[in-house]
């Protein structure tokens, strides 16, 4: 994104940012050009309603499955590759492998839930983005990329009385 | 009273940005120690194991003991921090941070005992699970195995569950600070803005590592427990020790949270943060823990008494009224008798009070791990198998600089991390103040805008 094609103004409170953004909707900004930034979450407010819709809680569950059918394989296939002298009794042990399944089923879930977070938040993204230090003092930046000819005033003109001037 | 978004960014902002000539003294102080610890350990490389005390029968001694209890303190911070966020208890906010910075370091120091106890720590890949062509291992069988598994997976675990939310302080940090500081924080940020969906995918797999992470850390010390329990050794062959370990843990672990608070508190000024209610619910919480505590002893004890199986009750006599005597009341008291009095009067339930209950519960649980683990090894079956256990110089430098390695990392991750969570504390001053949560609370003024709140009418 060129930088330059943002727009942005910053409000003092998450209800002038809620106006803010419902303006910029009435006006027809499309919900993906619009940028919140805040310096903590607001569950309560529709600041970005299409933000919210992640598969991260299934991507989680299906890296647990992933996890455990490794820690089942792994264990299982290596007691059998590689059998220890065991008198008789069982070579695969359902009781104590499922202990190293149940543990491999948990980190499953957990590097998936982080990969998935990196991925989709995104980080580890350092390019020119919108952004304006104020917002660590509480300030919300509420933004809009890719605006262009008369749009761009129409933009313009909702940022004014919002608090802050378009940047 | 509530607090600014720039007055929180500046109190906790000051610890990291600001270093005092004492910050200087206690690092070199716990360095020096941590340093004879290594030094120690150096020898016992240099000169082979037996330099330690242990040897037939009690092949485990300090290291095991200091193993399981570092294991143990580690439950004070995921865990509870996981179940704090569940149940969205608001005055959990200022200690989530603080509690799981416990969690990676003492599990980290805790993991490193059974490379110590090694002797030859360079051969320690092979309890890697691999599969090999050596014959005997990997043997899954083992719950050695099982504990490598269990906490490589909560180390991991609870470093996610404590970078996850640090990552906003990070960019807050690099907002604030400039030159070097500024730098690093930018690494150290991730490329953290601060967008709606940054905020909603990091909230939503907080939410999930805490469902995630309160079954491994349950797991990870019943593992532990069962390396005593799967043997048949005298008064370790039991089916209460999971549970027993694992209320032990949490037991031991929110001491040592109350402990690390009230230095944090003090040295670091967050009265206003680490606040007395903070120190009253964690010390009704320990209250809890340690009327656990002494009704699992009390149940494991009786039952063995009970049974009065003779291999057993010798045990149990060696701790009661034999040579362990001393050390096995001096630890019913400091888990029970001091601390009950303390934490179940509310007037004594102070910050010193629940201090000096958290240190008696440290030091008491150190010497429950001792205990359980010292007379069963000494006193198994037959008579030829007796034998005693003392401490050697190295044992006890070594387990010293662990308690001042928990310490310094500690004291260095205050110095470039906010010890406490400041995005979080700001939703909490946000509630206390009673400002806005939703969109439905907000008075919608109407102008030429002409905004569309949900839940408002405009």
Redesign the interface.
Known sequence: MNPKAALYTMCSDPASAQRTVDALLSAGVRTEDITVISSEPFDGFELARHEKATLMPWLAVLGAILGGAGGFLLVSQTQMSYPIVTGGMAIVTPWSNGIITYELTMLGAILTTLLVLILTAPLLRWKQEPYDQQVSDGKILVGVTHTSGNFDEKVREIFSPGGGAAK | MTK???QI?QDLLRPVGRTSPRFFFVVATLGLIVLAGFSAWGYQLYNGVGVAGIRRPVFWGFYITNFVFWIGISHAGTLISAILRLSNAGWRRPITRCAEVITVFALSIGAMFPLIHLGRPWQAFWLA?????R??W????SPL??DF??I??YL??SI?FLI?PI??DF??AR??FSGRRKKLY?VLS????????????????MH??AI??I??AV?VHT?VSWDFAMTPVPMWHSTIFAPYFVAGAIFSGIAALIVAMVFLRHFLRLEEYLQPVCFDNLGKLLLLMSLLWFYFVFAERLTTWYGNESSEIAVLWLTQRGPYRYLFWLMVGCNFVIPFPLLAIKRLRTITGTFIASLAIVIGMWLERYLIIVPSLSRKFLPYAWGTYRPTWVEITITAATFAGMALLYVIFAKFVPIISI?EL??GE?ETAG??????????AS????????GAET
């Open positions: 600014t978004s720039e960014n699970p691999y599969p090999n062509q014959g005997l990997p043997n899954y069988r195995v099982w598994f269990a490589n997976t991991i675990g996610t996850l990552i906003p960019a807050l907002d604030k930018t991730l490329g953290w803005r601060g967008t709606q969906r940054q905020w909603h995918r990091l909230e939503t797999a999930i590592m995630v992470i079954p491994v797991s593992i995005w700001k939703i946000r400002l806005p949560q939703k969109a439905s609370e907000v008075e919608v102008g030429p805008l002409r905004p569309v709140v949900r």
